[in-house]
Nanobody, 122 residues
Framework: EAQLVESGGGLVQAGGSLKLSCKTS????????IGWFRQAPGKAREGVSF????????YYVDSVKGRFAISGDNAKSTVYLQMSNLKREDTAVYYC???????????????WGQGTRVTVSS
């Protein structure tokens, strides 16, 4: 049974918004760092934003600061990524993943969702 399931991707015009969801298990939501990553065609997977309920922490990489917002819904064990003012360079497959470490490098994440595609058109 998949422990992380992403949804919410789609096609949006530049300047628009999308909200991604990452449904997790209770255990992962409570005790693990949940990270959002993305991978554009021909590029390496990169971290975007991170959430820890346990530590009460969130983090954004510079390229999305002020445009993306990460949050968690405790009742639903779901982590959201609200993306606003989207740019063409945000086009990628977005993944959520879980780690026991507060880390931005995808190598430290053991559990991954299947990904959801975001396409930003000009």
């Amino acid at each position: 049974e998949a422990q992380l399931v992403e949804s919410g991707g789609g096609l949006v015009q530049a300047g628009g918004s999308l909200k991604l969801s990452c449904k997790t298990s209770r255990r992962l939501f409570d005790d693990y760092v949940i990270g959002w990553f993305r991978q554009a065609p021909g590029k390496a997977r990169e971290g975007v934003s991170f959430f820890s309920k346990k530590a009460g922490s969130v983090y954004y990489v510079d390229s999305v600061k002020g445009r993306f917002a990460i949050s968690g819904d405790n009742a639903k064990s779901t982590v959201y990524l609200q993306m606003s003012n989207l740019k063409r360079e945000d086009t990628a497959v977005y993944y959520c993943a879980a780690s026991t470490l507060w880390a931005m490098d995808p190598q430290y994440y053991d559990s991954w969702g299947q990904g959801t595609r975001v396409t930003v058109s000009s």
